[in-house]
């Protein structure tokens, strides 16, 4: 099947899909739904869904149950449906649940798909809908050299007979074990599926609802019901092999993001980002790295973010949600998440941008500084030890080690305005809300609590006193 490009461009409106995503993931461990478990930063779902709405628009539902309001946050800014299975019993139960209100939706056709399935892309579905079209029910195969704990496909002179799940596999009754196996992906013509739903019975090893047992049944009913192979491999190392086969456990999903990190890192490479040690480098889907950027590894570059054509990030950075112009340096061990830094700026080593903090151009950020919801005008800079929170911070001020923006009085956070030009002296605390006007200058160790004018020169502590007779000082006469 892999071999045929079918074009991605939207089914129809009688065309729906129908994500199974209420299960916990009990072979992960993890007290996250497993559907939200991440790779390259971004949720198995999301992957889901971003290979399904391509083609099925906004007629995509997703069953929820494990965790319903996470997975359904997880989805926030998409225009999915969810359907609610109070009970996971079984992905055959989650299909009944969703049922009803698909067949009300005017759906015809129908394609489910396992929430578990993160490497699917829209151009397997897309091929997977051109081969199955036909068939009143069809799924995806996928031929390993070890079944595992997958479904096996039982077939008879090559026609499908049934998918046995693993630990109801008998060889005495269902013949010998091939690697052909069920992954996970379903077509189906909702009017002769629908009546077939009723008979599926949790009577089996698992005691579930097996969506699979339809396979049986429907053959049963005389329907034309097919198995589509979709790759063939001898190992599960195969990546055409590999990208149909759901996660169920850390190893799958290691594995997985490994082989989705080494194909962006590719991806950039070809197209003219210079990715240094790229088996390090992790892009994340939805992240913009253009051609003419440098990136070396190990680093991540996750989220929204965009690297433009120019800009260095150096090893070990993480980079989320964030902007980063041309002729930018990111600098070792920074860490970014939200932040905009414009062109012909530097970064680093180990800065910390949080959410809002604004670089405009040619600013800078030095080592040990932390930005939050605060802007840097052209040229101002902060080289050392600082913390800007809440900050206006205009053009060509300069910031001396140890600032503090004392931003929080327990109950609010408040603003420090400071004007351009300024300098403001080593260990000083700007106690917020506080404005230091344009080109005033603040004295090393200050704590400002009021306003500063323009052009001032604002000392705010403790004289120095210099006593004489160190030697006759109490405690040395007791000694
Ligand atoms: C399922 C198939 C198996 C196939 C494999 C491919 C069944 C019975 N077996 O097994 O043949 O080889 O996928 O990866 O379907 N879910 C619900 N509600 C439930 C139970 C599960 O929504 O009550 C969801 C899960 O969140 C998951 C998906 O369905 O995303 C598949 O469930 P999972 O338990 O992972 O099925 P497998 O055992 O992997
Ligand atoms: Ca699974």
């Known amino acids: 099947m892999k071999d045929l490009q079918t074009p991605i461009r939207p089914l129809g409106e009688h065309w729906g899909a129908v994500v199974l995503a209420a299960g916990k993931g009990t072979r992960m461990y993890s007290q ?10 971004e949720p198995v779902l999301g992957y889901v869904l971003d290979s399904l709405e391509p083609l099925f628009g906004e007629n995509i539902t997703v069953v929820i149950g494990h965790e319903a309001d996470l997975v359904r946050g ?18 055959g139960h989650a299909l009944q649940v969703a049922w009803e209100s698909l067949a009300a939706s005017g759906i015809r056709k129908l394609l489910v798909i396992n929430g578990d399935t993160p490497l699917v892309t829209a151009q397997d579905v897309a091929a997977f809908v051109e081969y199955g079209e036909e068939a009143d029910l069809a799924f995806l195969t996928v031929s390993l050299r070890d079944p595992g704990a997958f479904g096996r496909v039982v077939r008879s002179n090559g026609k499908v007979n049934a998918i046995i799940e693993a630990k ?27 009546p077939l739903l009723d008979k599926l019975t949790d009577d089996n090893a698992s ?7 339809l396979v049986a049944h429907g053959l049963d009913a005389g329907l034309r019901v097919e198995g589509v192979l979709a790759a063939v491999a001898g190992t599960a190392e195969d990546y055409d092999v590999l990208r149909m086969l759901g996660i169920n456990s850390p190893v799958e999903l290691v594995r997985a993001e490994a082989r989705l990190a080494e194909s962006r890192a590719q991806e950039a490479l070809n197209t003219g980002v210079l990715v240094r040690w790229p088996e390090s480098v992790r892009i994340g889907p939805h992240a913009v790295v253009e051609p003419g950027a440098e990136i070396t590894g ?8 965009v690297i433009r054509s120019g800009a260095r990030v150096e090893s070990h950075c993480v ?19 939200s932040a905009s830094v414009g062109p012909g700026c530097s970064v680093g080593p180990y800065a910390r941008l949080r959410p809002g903090a604004v670089l405009e151009e040619h600013s800078k950020v030095g080592n040990f500084v932390e930005v939050k919801k605060a802007t840097l005008g052209p040229g101002a800079k902060a080289s050392h030890l600082t913390y800007l929170g809440d900050a206006a911070i205009g053009a060509k001020v300069n910031i001396g080690a140890g600032t503090i923006t004392c931003n929080y009085d327990g109950k609010n956070k408040h603003l420090t305005t400071i004007e351009e030009g300024s ?35 604002a000392v705010a502590r403790c004289r120095q006193t210099v006593l004489p007779g160190r030697g006759t000082m109490p405690d040395d006469e007791t000694s």
């Open 207 to 213: 005691g579930e609802y097996y969506i699979t047992d």
């Open 423 to 457: 300098f403001i002296g080593s260990n000083t605390a700007l106690v917020a809300p506080v404005t230091v006007g344009a080109h005033a200058l603040v004295a090393a160790g200050s704590v400002i609590t009021r306003d500063v004018p323009e052009n001032a020169l």
């Open 298 to 305: 190990p680093c991540e570059i996750y989220g929204r973010s």
């Open 74 to 91: 997880a989805c926030a800014g998409r225009s999915c449906r969810f359907v609610h299975q109070e009970q996971q019993l079984g992905t």
């Open 32 to 41: 996250r739904p497993k559907v939200l478990m991440e790779l390259l930063g």
């Open 319 to 337: 980079i989320i949600d964030s902007t980063v112009d041309a002729g930018t340096s990111v600098h070792s061990f920074s860490h970014l998440q």
């Open 168 to 194: 109801d596999f008998d060889p005495e009754t269902h013949g010998p074990t091939t690697g052909e196996i069920n992954a996970g992906l379903y077509l189906m013509d909702m009017t002769r599926v629908g």
